[in-house]
């Protein structure tokens, strides 16, 4: 069984056939929503609204860790982490699909990992390639199967939310390296890493980031939701055909 997050445009999976609902409860609380079984593809998954179900909780609010303890403990193959971005590096514009490969985490102050506590040993995880090599593979040819152009590699530079970023902050993202920007990429995938579960991420870009494109000086988040539905309906298709794929 694999498992879907859905961000921002994708609270609800209505391609879902035989859906049911299930609520789990975890060590670290409970998660986002309750998660909703079913398939796709022709093969079961679980997906999680990572907003909740009526998009009410902040990136900065999610509880990551009960999140992914949940997908931990249904022992899911991988997790798919469907997320909407802004756009930094010029081709990454309104519309395109992006499999990243690389991170910078810029968030302060979440519970960003499992191994804390009096009682719990020092433990150090090798996050040198973020996302999982296999299930990235997996995507892009899901991709090239069902049509859908995609971006190979990009680095994601997850923000702490919830206002979006100065131009001058993207700026300086963009002098690190950062090629789109977010706000749950991190420590969704620290998280997973640490979980034993292989992750990756399928980024929807929705806008320009502050200061490039037609954001040059303002975003208009009025404009965002016809790019956000028709490309995280592409999404979606890709993922149907990784499940497809799969042996």
Sequence with gaps: M????????????????????????????????????????????????????????????????????????????????????????DDLTPGTLVVPDQIIDYTYSRKSTFFEGADAPVTHIDFTQPYAARLRQALLAAARACGEPVVDGATYACTQGPRLET???????????????????????????????????????????????????????DALQTVMEQTVARAVRIIEALLRGLP
């Design 167 to 221: 131009a001058a902050e993207i700026q300086r993202i963009a002098r690190d390296g950062g090629h789109i920007v977010g706000m749950t990429g991190m420590p969704e995938a620290a998280l997973a890493r640490e979980a034993g579960l292989d992750y990756a991420a399928l980024a929807v870009v929705v806008n320009h980031a502050a200061g490039r494109g037609d954001s040059r000086e303002r975003i208009a988040l």
């Design 2 to 89: 694999y498992a879907i997050i859905g961000g921002s445009g994708l609270a609800k999976l209505s391609v879902l056939q035989e859906p049911r609902r299930q609520v789990m409860r975890t060590p670290y609380g409970e998660p986002s929503g309750a998660l909703t079984f079913g398939k796709l593809g022709g093969r079961d998954v679980v997906f999680l609204a990572r907003h909740g179900y009526g998009h009410t909780i902040a990136p900065h609010e999610i509880n990551y860790r009960a999140n992914i303890w949940a997908l931990r403990e249904l022992k899911v193959e991988g997790v798919i982490g469907v997320a909407t971005v802004g756009g930094i590096r």
